[in-house]
T-cell receptor, first 112, second 111 residues
């Protein structure tokens, strides 16, 4: 299994600012995934982060808007840059361990 | 691109009634997973199906994977109020590693 923690758990931000979300896993994993879940919606994959290489972004998501760091096998950060109200969402990091996908508790972001 | 469609979007049941949610993929899947998300919580892994025609049971929950590996269902027998939440299917297409989530079915159970 895997235990994932995220910081912050929630934040309220002003438009035009940036927020960095941290994700810590209790075991070493090759890939970490970042998802977005807008209110009442499903999960959308933002990017896949591998340690030692640039993240792979899904269609509709770009590095300038969502820069990701992956400095080691247990940690990753996602930055939401130049925020607008449309970025209000829950951001979740996720890993796959033993064939099971585990999610962090999420970061609830509100942009005013 | 690959799409995973899930129906119904919502389901209201009386406690004790059965519930089923269905999932269909536009492409053949290498496996399908099911998750439950309680209100205010994060998705929690329930099960993974890999084999064509596979059926797995967890107490009152029955999961099926279609013969063509393009559809799946989750059936809950005799729902309880603790079953409330959103149930997501998620598929990984053959040769891929990315999990694509269905839209989810939100279950409401009235006591």
């Amino acid at each position: 299994s895997a235990v994932i923690s995220q910081k912050p758990s929630r934040d309220i931000c002003q438009r035009g600012t940036s927020l960095t979300i941290q994700c810590q896993v209790d075991s070493q994993v090759t890939m970490m995934f970042w998802y977005r879940q807008q209110p009442g919606q499903s999960l959308t994959l933002i990017a896949t982060a591998n340690q030692g290489s640039e993240a792979t972004y899904e269609s509709g998501f770009v590095i300038d808007k969502f820069p990701i760091s992956r400095p080691n096998l247990t940690f990753s950060t996602l930055t939401v840059s130049n925020m607008s109200p449309e970025d209000s969402s829950i951001y979740l990091c996720s890993v796959v361990v033993g064939g099971e996908q585990f999610f962090g508790p999420g970061t609830r972001l509100t942009v005013l | 691109g690959q799409q995973v469609m899930q129906i119904p979007q919502y389901q209201h049941v009386q406690e004790g009634e059965d519930f089923t949610t269905y999932c269909n993929s536009s492409t053949t899947l290498s496996n399908i997973q099911w998750y439950k998300q309680r209100p205010g919580g994060h998705p929690v892994f329930l099960i993974q199906l890999v084999k064509s025609g596979e059926v797995k049971k967890q107490k009152r929950l029955t999961f099926q994977f279609g013969e063509a590996k393009k559809n799946s269902s989750l059936h809950i027998t005799a729902t309880q109020t603790t079953d409330v939440g959103t149930y997501f299917c998620a598929g990984i297409n053959t040769g891929g590693f990315k999990t694509i989530f269905g839209a989810g079915t939100r279950l409401f159970v009235k006591a």
